[in-house]
């Protein structure tokens, strides 16, 4: 699924990253965005594919996108408003 | 009062939804033990949970102010160790030192913060810190001797923190 996001708000690069700290790094900058914003994420570790969509699940975030390029992955997290 | 009256003031007095929780027993004080309820907690609290560690017997050592830098893994008695000994060599002075030492470059390599790392993002997070006070008492570890922000409590308090959790592991 590609799904071109016009407004992203601030980009995560969390390449050479393992679990937890693509998560650990995301979840401190979804905690900092605004209801309405959005977060743009690269992450290189395989497990991201199960764990973004899981962690915006779980924090009540929307999952806008997901661009999988097989050797890293991109992310376009709105931040919920029910936080 | 009749059906509808009562799911009325049901509706009215809604709660705001209480976050997950997730309580955890950090009962082994080995360098690759130490990892696995501070990844959990961690990872927990980044998606909004509530999280909490139990640090009981040897688990306390990675909340030790002076044993926490020092946490090793040894290749005696440990097939999948970081290296690979017979356990008659694995006795010898330096074997428990060398495989600490393959560990720590593993994580290095992979960019995985040390324990030590770990627990100030914990505590970042606000994961809560339960000393376990009987293990305390058994293995002579002063309050002093533990990180700042750590709660000595028994086995009922942290009971009652993990009797409200949707996760409990016992690491």
């Not at chain 1, 969390?14 to 914003?37: D, F, M």
């Not at chain 2, 309580?23 to 082994?28: D, E, G, I, R, T």
């Not at chain 2, 970042?124 to 008492?137: E, N, P, Q, R, Y």
Request: with cysteine; net charge negative.
């Amino acid at each position: 699924m590609t799904t071109p996001i016009q407004e992203v708000t601030e980009t995560l690069d969390t390449s050479g990253l393992l679990c937890p700290l693509p998560v650990y790094k995301a979840g401190l900058v979804l905690s900092r965005l605004a209801p309405g914003e959005v977060l743009h994420l690269i992450t290189t570790d395989p497990g991201a594919l199960e764990d973004i969509p899981a962690l915006a699940r779980q924090r009540g975030d929307a999952l806008l996108g997901v661009d999988n390029q097989g050797s890293r992955q991109l992310f376009w997290i709105e931040k919920g408003s029910q936080q | 009062m009749t059906m509808a009256a009562l799911n009325l003031d049901i509706l009215d007095n809604e709660p705001a939804p209480r976050p997950k929780r997730i309580a955890l027993v950090a009962s082994k004080g080995t360098l690759d033990q130490a990892y696995p309820p501070l990844i959990l907690a961690t990872t927990a609290a980044s998606l909004g949970w509530e999280a909490g560690v139990y640090f009981t017997f040897y688990g306390l050592d990675i909340i030790h102010r002076k044993r926490l830098p020092k946490l090793k893994v040894a290749s005696l008695a440990n097939p999948s160790g970081p290296i690979q000994l017979p356990n008659l060599l694995g006795a010898i002075p330096g074997a428990t030192a060398a495989a600490t030492g393959v560990m720590k470059k593993w994580m290095r390599d992979a960019k995985m913060p040390p324990a030590t790392e770990f627990i100030e993002m914990a505590r970042g997070l606000g994961v809560k810190f339960f000393a376990c006070s009987t293990s305390m008492g058994v293995m002579g570890v002063k309050e002093a001797d533990l990180i700042d922000g750590c709660l000595v409590a028994g086995a009922a308090a942290f009971l009652d923190f993990a009797g409200d959790a949707d996760v409990q592991l016992f690491i």
